[in-house]
């Protein structure tokens, strides 16, 4: 008898898993059963330092959970791009923050991208953002000459990038290496600006005039500050974090023979096919508001508005005193593969 009620339940335990394998399938990885109903996930470029207050803000205000992945210094941009472009088959991200916008535009080239037109941005200008919605543009940053005054007399400051290699700067310039982040964009905007070959004949000579080459633009800063080099490229959020401290340094807009500066604003985009699509459009709502550009503005990364009625972080980063290089963003983003060839192959950084 024992024994006939052994076998009975172990009939009916085979009968019990068999009904649990007969039901819906497990969901995919990346699939919205998995991420959960009330997610969202973000990946971003901009420093955590900056992006968390702004996702836990999102959090309070909606109730949704924000999973938030973050890149390195070393691969800022570049490393969370490849991995959207490797994931494109199976998102795992449902919107992208970008702190610039070329590498924006690699994805939406890449088919990673879903056009979107966020509501919020109906008040930011037409240069900020993509008219079909691939992309929007929000609080912006500049690229700037940063000099340590106890160096460098104001009425010596370098005032533009050809000041750069100039030999009385020899051995005295440092910038961010050119293969990844804003650099890597800069880069790619002068070589559509300028043309390829006299954006590389100007790295030639920077190179020549020694210029150091450094891991990312806050030790390019770092370098300045402590007076290791009198001279750097950097962004205008890296200069406020020098200024923060009360280091010896100074910034100056450049106006690269007559271009102008380049600005580069925050870009956020919708991925194709992620787990959390309406999730992610409530996510960019709130990215491109004009709330999150004034936190942005007032932070200590004092970013630059680029809608009007936005007040700046001080007079300092108004965006009304810079003379803004214009900027053809998809060409720029063509650019990017030679740009890293001649870097890599060339000039051997």
């Known amino acids: 008898m024992n024994r006939v009620r052994e076998w009975l339940l172990l009939f ?4 019990l898993c068999t009904g649990c394998g007969s039901g819906n399938p497990a969901a995919p990885q990346g699939s919205s059963a998995t ?5 969202v996930v973000l990946f971003t470029s901009l420093d ?3 992006s968390e207050p702004i996702v836990a803000d999102f959090e309070t205000q909606t109730g949704i959970k924000v999973k938030l992945q973050t890149d390195t210094e070393a691969a800022k941009t570049v490393g969370l791009v490849n991995r959207l472009i490797a994931r494109k088959a199976h998102p795992e991200c449902d919107v992208y923050w970008n702190n610039e916008v070329g590498q924006t535009l690699v994805l939406q080239a890449k088919d990673v991208l879903e056009a979107y037109v966020p509501q919020n941005a109906a008040d930011i200008p037409d240069a900020y953002k993509d008219k079909s919605g691939w992309w929007t543009g ?3 940053r ?3 000459i940063l000099y340590n005054t106890e160096l460098v007399k104001p009425e010596d400051a370098p005032k533009s ?4 290699i100039d030999p009385r700067f020899k051995d005295q310039v440092v910038i961010a290496k050119p293969l990844f982040g804003t650099t890597y964009s800069h880069a ?4 559509a600006a300028w043309g390829p070959e006299r954006a590389k004949d100007w790295f030639r000579k ?3 005039n020694g210029v150091k080459v450094a891991p990312g633009n806050a030790m390019a800063r770092n370098m300045v500050a402590d007076g290791e080099a009198a001279v750097c490229l950097t962004d205008t959020d890296d200069a406020n974090g020098a200024f923060l401290k009360g280091r010896p340094v100074k910034m100056v807009y450049p106006d690269a023979a007559g271009i102008g500066t380049l600005v580069l604003p925050n870009s956020v985009a919708l991925i194709k096919g992620g787990p959390n699509p309406e999730h992610g459009k409530k996510l960019i709502e709130y990215l491109v508001s004009h709330a999150v550009e004034a936190k942005l503005a007032q932070s200590e990364s004092a970013q630059m508005p680029v809608r009007p009625g936005v007040k700046p972080y001080n007079a300092q980063f108004d965006p009304a005193q810079v003379k803004a290089m214009q900027v053809d963003w998809v060409k720029a983003a063509e650019q990017f593969p030679e740009v890293k060839r001649f870097v890599q192959e060339e000039l051997n950084w």
């Not at 990038?161 to 750069?164: K, N």
């Open 12 to 15: 009916g335990s085979i009968l």
């Open 35 to 39: 991420s959960g109903a009330g997610e």
């Open 48 to 50: 955590p330092l900056f």
């Open 138 to 140: 929000f609080a912006a």
């Open 142 to 144: 500049a690229r700037v």
């Open 161 to 164: 990038l050809e000041d750069l």
């Open 188 to 191: 790619a905007a002068l070589f």
């Open 206 to 208: 920077l190179k020549a």
